[in-house]
């Protein structure tokens, strides 16, 4: 996790692609809900990235 709470995969920009790994503190925006989701003591989460930012996310 980054500094500020962010995500492995906001870190990453347009490195990460669908079907990857990823670490978030945000699975509801990034992680792709036909897989498992693992969760750890530090509040975070692995998964499986859908390959796109939920609308909510990236609204200003």
């Known amino acids: 996790m980054g500094s500020l709470g962010d995500s492995l995969v906001e870190g990453l920009n347009n490195q990460c692609k ?3 790994a990823i ?3 945000e699975p509801t925006y990034y992680c792709d ?3 498992a989701i693992a969760y750890n003591d530090y509040n975070s989460a692995m998964c499986i ?3 796109k930012l939920k609308d909510e ?3 200003g």
């Open 18 to 20: 669908a079907g990857d």
């Open 23 to 25: 670490a978030t503190k």
């Open 33 to 35: 809900f036909n897989y």
């Open 49 to 51: 990235y859908s390959g």
């Open 57 to 59: 996310r990236t609204a």
